[in-house]
């Protein structure tokens, strides 16, 4: 059932709670002592007296309509949930069963909030739905699994195509799976809230982790990890490791031959990326528009990290030098999100030979000569610095930088 509230009948003077009201009467009385000594005439001063009075009320009345459009906004902000698109302070709807977090947002299917209104503010009227308050309830059982077709068919006649395009609405074929390769290495900080963040996202998925002899005690932690009951059909961990320390390339042409889904993800384990942006990077693969996406740190308004610019001018540089070669326009060829649909990994990951960062531009000059249809969109970044972890140095440019030639010119 629906909670509807009156607006109050205790309404305040429409001089009480605002100065420029003063202002407006000062204004009046100004513009009445123009008329006046403009026209002169005292025989005549009634009706310019009621034309004063005339603009005083339309004044009056642009003021409250600009100060109850000013309120009502002020009590959106201090409290989101009052806002018709938020609730709860997160956009659409929160974090309970069957949201999605898409594009930036997080979309409920079942909340519906419909005007302002709070115990803090009577004179506004709230209708909230009884679908708003399921948590706990019956509805939460009926809520569409997100990604499935019903869930896309809810919000497709809400929102129509090009809303749900645009904020990564669309359904998973059956039984899809998305492999997420995770190349660790001394991450043992970042790993276990890395790992939270990757089985948030609601995608079936297959977690390849490959240890690279690790050193800080990530090999125990990820040891102990595959003791655990392995059962949940959305997250299926898949953890592997490496007697000797070869490489993030290495690792992750490991993880590559590992992995058995439809698509295939590349995750650092470093929290530079956030997992809830892979929906959006899958979408194009799902609609059949591409082959392989990448994820590009310099495209869109998305939050980055601002640190070292030397490695932005280098990272710009390789990229422009890979471009010549692959005769492609991208933005980022060293981003680690690379997004391949199966038949790519079959065709690609078998002959890769770079061990260490040399992966990326070897990947990209694959890609590009196999005439793979490839797309780039924007994410976020929240780069580290070396205090933090960050292990990527010169001599990693230079060899990107050889690499870039040597698989630009030929397999």
């Given at each position: 059932?629906?909670?509807?509230?009156?607006?109050?009948?205790?309404?305040?003077?429409?001089?009480?709670?605002?100065?420029w009201?003063?202002?407006?009467?000062?204004?009046?009385?100004?513009?009445?002592?123009?008329?006046?000594?403009?026209?002169?005439?005292?025989?005549?001063?009634?009706?310019?007296?009621?034309?004063?009075?005339l603009?005083?009320?339309c004044?009056?009345?642009?003021?409250?309509?600009?100060?109850?459009?000013?309120?009502?906004?002020?009590?959106?902000?201090?409290?989101?949930?009052?806002?018709?698109?938020?609730?709860?302070?997160?956009?659409?709807?929160?974090?309970?069963?069957?949201?999605?977090?898409?594009?930036?947002?997080?979309?409920?299917?079942?909340?519906?909030?419909?005007?302002?209104?709070?115990?803090?503010?009577?004179?506004?009227?709230?209708?909230?739905?009884?679908?708003?308050?399921?948590l706990?309830t019956?509805?939460?059982?009926?809520?569409?699994?997100?990604?499935?077709r019903?869930?896309?068919?809810?919000?497709?006649a809400?929102?129509?195509?090009?809303?749900?395009?645009?904020?990564?609405?669309?359904?998973?074929p059956e039984?899809?799976?998305?492999?997420?390769?995770?190349?660790?290495?001394?991450?043992?900080?970042?790993?276990?809230?890395l790992?939270?963040?990757?089985?948030?996202?609601?995608i079936?998925?297959?977690?390849?982790?490959?240890?690279?002899c690790?050193?800080?005690?990530?090999?125990?932690?990820?040891?102990?990890?595959?003791?655990?009951?392995?059962?949940?059909?959305?997250?299926?961990?898949?953890i592997?490791?490496?007697?000797?320390?070869?490489?993030?390339?290495?690792?992750?042409?490991?993880?590559?031959?590992?992995a058995?889904?439809?698509?295939?993800?590349?995750q650092?384990?470093d929290?530079?990326?956030?997992?809830?942006?892979?929906?959006?990077?899958?979408?194009?693969?799902?609609?059949?528009?591409?082959?392989?996406?990448?994820?590009?740190?310099?495209?869109?308004?998305?939050?980055?990290?601002?640190?070292?610019?030397?490695h932005?001018?280098?990272?710009?540089?390789l990229?422009?030098?890979?471009?010549?070669?692959?005769?492609?326009n991208?933005?980022?060829?060293?981003?680690?999100?690379?997004?391949?649909?199966?038949?790519?990994?079959q065709?690609?990951?078998p002959?890769?030979?770079?061990?260490?960062?040399?992966?990326?531009?070897?990947?990209?000059?694959?890609?590009?000569?196999a005439?793979?249809?490839?797309?780039?969109?924007?994410?976020?970044y929240?780069?580290?610095?070396?205090?933090?972890?960050?292990?990527?140095?010169?001599?990693?440019?230079?060899?990107?930088?050889?690499?870039?030639?040597?698989?630009?010119?030929?397999?």
């Open positions: 059932m629906s909670v509807r509230r009156k607006p109050s009948s205790v309404s305040k003077p429409w001089w009480d709670s605002s100065p009201d003063f202002v407006i009467v000062l204004t009046c009385l100004v513009i009445y002592l123009f008329l006046y000594q403009a026209f002169g005439d005292p025989d005549d001063w009634p009706p310019r007296l009621g034309l004063a009075a603009i005083t009320y004044l009056v009345l642009l003021e409250k309509a600009i100060r109850e459009r000013r309120t009502a906004r002020q009590q959106e902000q201090d409290n989101p949930a009052l806002s018709p698109f938020t609730g709860g302070g997160k956009p659409w709807g929160g974090t309970g069963p069957g949201s999605a977090r898409i594009a930036g947002l997080r979309i409920d299917p079942i909340r519906s909030i419909r005007n302002s209104g709070s115990p803090e503010h009577p004179a506004a009227e709230t209708v909230v739905s009884a679908e708003s308050t399921y706990g019956e509805a939460m059982e009926s809520t569409p699994t997100p990604y499935s019903e869930w896309y068919e809810h919000h497709h809400t929102l129509g195509e090009g809303p749900c395009r645009q904020l990564g609405i669309y359904f998973l039984n899809f799976v998305l492999s997420v390769v995770i190349p660790v290495y001394n991450e043992r900080n970042t790993l276990p809230l790992l939270d963040k990757v089985k948030a996202v609601p079936p998925k297959e977690i390849v982790l490959v240890d690279d690790s050193r800080d005690g990530t090999t125990d932690l990820l040891r102990e990890m595959a003791t655990r009951p392995n059962d949940d059909p959305m997250n299926r961990l898949s592997h490791f490496h007697d000797v320390n070869q490489g993030k390339g290495a690792a992750v042409r490991t993880g590559f031959l590992k058995s889904g439809n698509a295939v993800i590349i650092d384990a929290l530079e990326y956030d997992p809830a942006e892979i929906p959006r990077l899958l979408q194009p693969i799902v609609e059949g528009r591409a082959d392989v996406v990448f994820g590009s740190r310099f495209l869109g308004d998305q939050p980055h990290r601002v640190l070292y610019y030397w932005y001018l280098g990272n710009k540089f990229t422009t030098l890979s471009n010549c070669f692959t005769n492609l991208l933005t980022d060829m060293e981003t680690c999100y690379k997004l391949f649909t199966r038949e790519v990994i065709k690609v990951a002959n890769l030979k770079q061990n260490r960062f040399g992966i990326e531009p070897e990947i990209t000059a694959r890609v590009a000569r005439r793979f249809r490839v797309y780039e969109m924007s994410i976020s929240s780069g580290r610095t070396y205090k933090e972890g960050k292990k990527i140095g010169w001599k990693d440019g230079f060899k990107a930088l050889w690499c870039i030639v040597r698989y630009g010119l030929a397999d």
